[in-house]
């Protein structure tokens, strides 16, 4: 006769086995008609919430540290911060909430820029710099204006876009601010040209949104995206490339696109192979970069405004608002293939051959074969035990493998954070 303690242990142990590898907590491969994959194993998840769940912020692109993720999480009432979590598994390396405005400030963070441990970014008239090995402040400033929410650069130079002081406070415009993410000082550096003939909205002369470090023979540029007002509500968009070593503009006025309404660039430029490739409206454009020549110009039915586009193994993937999957090729503009997307998306981000990103209008974590066009993961989070959820339009997240293995994918849902083995 087995003795009471005995008895206890064992079933203590059934229901300690049982509510572990229960099939609910341990989401099985699952595909739907297509063949898609809409459910897999996570390596890890973790609770971006430490109490009651709230708005945990938004991160357009994802930024690592030693290969390392750093996501959005909250704490209770107003405690917003950023985390970085080892990408083993998903546990805590430090927490950041050095926000100036604790109450009301919440994390969302457009472009920004890296070098090695520091990260910069801004949050309307606030600048932070962060150092992500230690996850404390490197410096941070209040400004007396606010600043777009993009940031780029090179090393320790960065770029920003913020009204001058040159122009009455009556006439809005954004010019290009210099940086250096060391010392921390800020100071008005490029004004393109506004002609100042139509005030865009009644009050705007024009703004930068793009400054891009290029540089060649031994020269450095900005390649420089603008935008000014040409009648009622039309923009009109430039390419400029600014001589950096010289202080002068080698061109100013290349025109990407015709006037429109939406006639602006808001994602960020993609270089490559001395070519810069542009999103205005409707519109992608294929420039040369020496020159502003352009070679070659696309419209879509929708913008690519809330995704993005990229370059990876000579295929250019355009995400796009009308609910398809674009790929191109570079050089000629010629379609290579089409696939159905889900419109408004998160940024994609690449492995291996697959694009990864979060659809608005499914919630689920998508991923694409850039050869092939094919879709293989729809990744729906209510078969993964979240019923109600959706992943979420923030960042997706890509850490290469090691040692001839599989990397990982990380998204985030609105409860958790999870980590999958990539597709490829």
């Given at each position: 006769m087995k003795s009471p303690i005995l008895n206890t242990?064992?079933?203590?142990?059934i229901i300690f086995l049982g509510s572990s590898c229960s099939k609910e907590d341990i989401p099985s491969f699952r595909t739907n008609e297509d063949g898609e994959f809409i459910s897999l194993p996570y390596i890890w998840k973790k609770g971006l919430h430490k109490s009651s769940p709230e708005y945990?912020?938004?991160?357009?692109?994802?930024?690592?540290?030693?290969?390392?993720?750093?996501?959005?999480?909250?704490?209770?009432?107003?405690?917003?911060?950023?985390?970085?979590?080892?990408?083993?598994?998903?546990?805590?390396?430090?927490?950041?909430?050095?926000?100036?405005?604790?109450?009301?400030?919440?994390?969302?963070?457009g472009k920004h820029h890296q070098d090695k441990n520091l990260l910069l970014h801004t949050a309307g008239s606030r600048i932070y710099c962060?150092?992500?090995?230690?996850?404390?402040?490197?410096?941070?400033?209040?400004?007396?204006?606010?600043?777009?929410?993009?940031?780029?650069?090179?090393?320790?130079?960065?770029?920003?876009?913020?009204?001058?002081?040159?122009?009455?406070?009556?006439?809005?415009?954004?010019?290009?601010?210099?940086?250096?993410?060391?010392?921390?000082?800020?100071?008005?550096?490029?004004?393109?040209?506004?002609?100042?003939?139509?005030?865009?909205?009644?009050?705007?002369?024009?703004?930068?949104?793009?400054?891009?470090?290029?540089?060649?023979?031994?020269?450095e540029h900005l390649i420089v995206i603008w935008q000014e007002g040409i009648s009622g509500y039309n923009l009109q968009s430039y390419l400029g490339l600014w001589d950096k070593t010289n202080n002068k503009w080698i061109y100013e006025k290349s025109i990407i696109v015709e006037p429109s309404l939406n006639g602006t660039l808001l994602n960020p430029p993609v270089v490559h192979e001395g070519r810069?490739?542009?999103?205005?409206?409707?519109?992608?454009?294929?420039?040369d970069i020496r020159t502003g020549t352009q070679e070659w110009k696309r419209r879509f039915d929708g913008e690519t405004f809330f995704s993005n586009f990229l370059i990876e193994e000579g295929k250019l993937v355009v995400n796009n608002e009308d609910q398809f999957v674009y790929c191109l090729d570079p050089i000629s503009g010629t379609q290579l293939w089409k696939t159905r997307g889900s419109g408004t998306s998160s940024y994609m981000s690449y492995l291996n051959g697959v694009v990864y990103f979060v659809g608005g209008a499914t919630g689920n974590l998508h991923a694409i074969d850039i050869v092939s066009g094919k879709t293989v993961w729809k990744i729906d989070i209510n078969q993964l035990g979240e019923k109600g959820d959706r992943f979420r339009t923030s960042a997706v997240y890509i850490i290469p493998g090691q040692n001839n293995k599989k990397g990982k994918v990380i998204a985030l849902g609105g409860l958790n954070a999870y980590c999958f083995e990539a597709y490829r």
């Open positions: 242990v064992m079933l203590f142990l945990f912020g938004f991160l357009k692109f994802p930024i690592y540290f030693n290969q390392n993720p750093v996501i959005p999480m909250t704490n209770g009432g107003s405690g917003r911060s950023l985390a970085m979590l080892n990408q083993e598994n998903g546990e805590i390396i430090w927490e950041w909430d050095d926000r100036f405005v604790y109450e009301t400030e919440e994390i969302l963070m962060m150092n992500l090995e230690t996850g404390k402040t490197q410096w941070r400033n209040r400004s007396d204006r606010s600043f777009w929410s993009h940031v780029y650069g090179k090393d320790s130079d960065f770029y920003l876009f913020g009204r001058s002081d040159a122009f009455p406070d009556s006439i809005d415009q954004l010019i290009v601010f210099k940086g250096d993410m060391h010392p921390g000082k800020i100071e008005e550096y490029l004004t393109p040209d506004f002609s100042g003939d139509h005030l865009y909205g009644g009050k705007s002369i024009g703004s930068v949104t793009a400054a891009v470090p290029y540089d060649f023979d031994d020269k810069v490739y542009l999103a205005v409206g409707f519109e992608l454009a294929c420039h």
